[in-house]
């Protein structure tokens, strides 16, 4: 169980969504049952058009010193990244935070299993921030505790469980992570999912692969060799997951059935349509993207893969880019002597991360420099524990 300093948050085991998308909560107002989007962030907001918000952050940035460290995650807003001391991905950021024992307090500008991560690495008397506790991850959301603890209870109850190991992608709840350091698995990064897999099936036979079922299915099949048919996909929403007990005992790889919401937009014909439009494009691709979309792209990789390539790249080349839109116009505006344009043809946002504005920024600060911190983020003991094995043993992956 995952606490706030306004209450538990429980992990609510809904029905599933029925085709409906989740709407768009406005700023701290309201509560969606669902999804931990919707968790009131109550507060005194600064107005979103109060022109002195640069001002106040930064004025609250410098009055707060080395007290406080800001993280910003690639796919956060520039009126947030201007102010973050570090910019990353989700564990880089984590781990940035573990090195600043001497920061009291760490804002997390991005989603609520980023800064569970941050408060599991850690000193237990530091502080960890999320400026907006609708901040959430509909990926992370995909995969709860009670659906997994199901899971696993039918691959148990199969006889099968004890060559069953999971792994867990990084963008997964606290809750998830400790389920993986429980039996003996391993968290992974869209960076080191190859050699997560590796490791993986050194000790075991099989693999719960969550809650990404992209990136299992693109790491096992395109970098461990594996064919299609040695995975197959596990709906919590769906007795013994929809599958016979021969098809669980014999796949490889059992995936979890989560996706990217960002991510899973980007199609084949959106990749047919910009080589189309763009002769001698390169689409460059997020992992987490769908199977067919990486397939037939040019250059696959994480988040840091696709800014260290794109700064690489030679003047005048031309880029294709499926990942977060925030990122790719960032990254585009660094490199104006090449062209790189979004995959996509229409706005690509992550919804969750775009919550973290300025405002939210602002009263965070404020807050602290009142010496009244809000939205703290900690994981409970027990969970935190589990958590760190998975965690270490990511860490100590040959
Ligand atoms: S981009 Fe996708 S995985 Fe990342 S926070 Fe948004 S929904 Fe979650």
Known sequence: MTTTEHGPRTDTGFAEPAGTPLSLLLLGQAADPRSERGVECPGDLPAPSDPDLVARALAAKQALGDRVFILGHHYQRDEVVQFADVTGDSFKLARDAAN??????????????????????????????????????????????????????????????????????????????????????????????????????????????????????????????????????????????????????????????????????FTKECVDEVRERIPGVNVLVHPECRYEVVESADYVGSTEYIIKTLEAA?????WAV???????????????????????????????MNRIDLPHLVWTLESLVAGKPVNRITVAPDTAALAQAALEQMLALP
């Open 314 to 318: 030679e003047p005048g080349t031309k």
């Open 100 to 265: 600043r024992p001497d920061a009291e307090y760490i804002v997390f500008c991005g989603v609520h299993f980023m800064a569970e991560s941050a408060d599991i690495l850690t000193a237990d008397d530091q502080q960890v921030l999320l400026p907006d506790l609708a901040a959430g991850c509909s990926m992370a959301d995909m995969a709860t505790a009670e659906q997994v603890e199901q899971a696993w209870d039918v691959l148990q109850d199969l006889g099968i469980a004890e060559r069953v190991i999971p792994v867990s992608y990084m963008n997964s709840s606290a809750d998830i992570k400790a389920f993986t350091g429980k039996h003996g698995g391993t968290i992974c990064t869209s960076s080191n999912a190859e050699r997560a897999l590796t490791w993986a099936f050194e000790q075991g036979e099989q693999v719960l692969f969550l809650p990404d079922q992209h990136l299992g299915r693109n790491t096992a099949v395109r970098q461990l060799g594996m064919s299609l048919d040695d995975c197959v996909l596990y709906n919590p929403y769906k007795p013994m997951g929809g599958l016979t007990a021969d098809q669980l005992r014999n796949a490889k790889m059992i995936l979890w059935r989560g996706h990217c919401s960002v991510h899973g937009r």
């Open 322 to 352: 499926g990942t977060e839109l925030n990122l790719v116009r960032r990254v585009a505006n660094a490199h104006p002597d090449k062209q790189i344009v979004f995959l996509d043809k229409s706005v690509c946002y992550c919804s969750t």
